[in-house]
């Protein structure tokens, strides 16, 4: 995703994406949260916007692998950061590749793709 495309998107498109799309503000509140986050988070739209993603909707990003890597960026001003993490609910666990990007307008985003899980198959013998 590309800042001018992700610029150029509307809500309808946002909302299309097949992977979570969460834009946050400078203090971390969430102003965007997508069709796709809200299916696999199990959250409606309406009951994350305003509130805070760090401290309040994902308490488990709050940690070094995660908000570490999100300040170190912010600090930067301007980039992407990729890496896996794993997102823990009450339903279960969900592998996840964590796209991290902070645009020139200073928007903040947090893109989520699901990983599947590795299987692991018996050995013969």
């Not at 509130?51 to 940690?63: G, K, L, M, S, Y």
């Not at 896996?84 to 985003?109: A, E, K, N, P, Y």
Request: hydrophobic share 45%; with cysteine; aromatic share 12%.
């Amino acid at each position: 995703m590309s800042e001018e495309r992700l610029s150029r998107l509307s809500p309808e498109e946002f909302d299309a994406l097949p992977f979570g799309a969460i834009k946050l503000d400078a203090q971390g509140q969430v102003l965007a949260y997508n069709a796709a986050e809200s299916a696999f988070s199990r959250r409606a739209a309406p009951s994350v916007l305003g509130r805070r993603f760090f401290e309040d909707i994902a308490p488990c990003t709050n940690v070094a692998d995660f908000r570490g890597r999100f300040d170190a960026l912010v600090e930067r001003g301007r980039g992407t950061e990729s890496f896996d993490f794993q997102f823990r609910f009450r339903w279960g666990t969900r592998h996840v590749r964590i796209r991290l990007m902070l645009l020139g307008d200073g928007s903040r985003w947090v893109f989520v793709t699901s990983l599947l899980a590795p299987m692991f198959l018996p050995m013969e013998g």
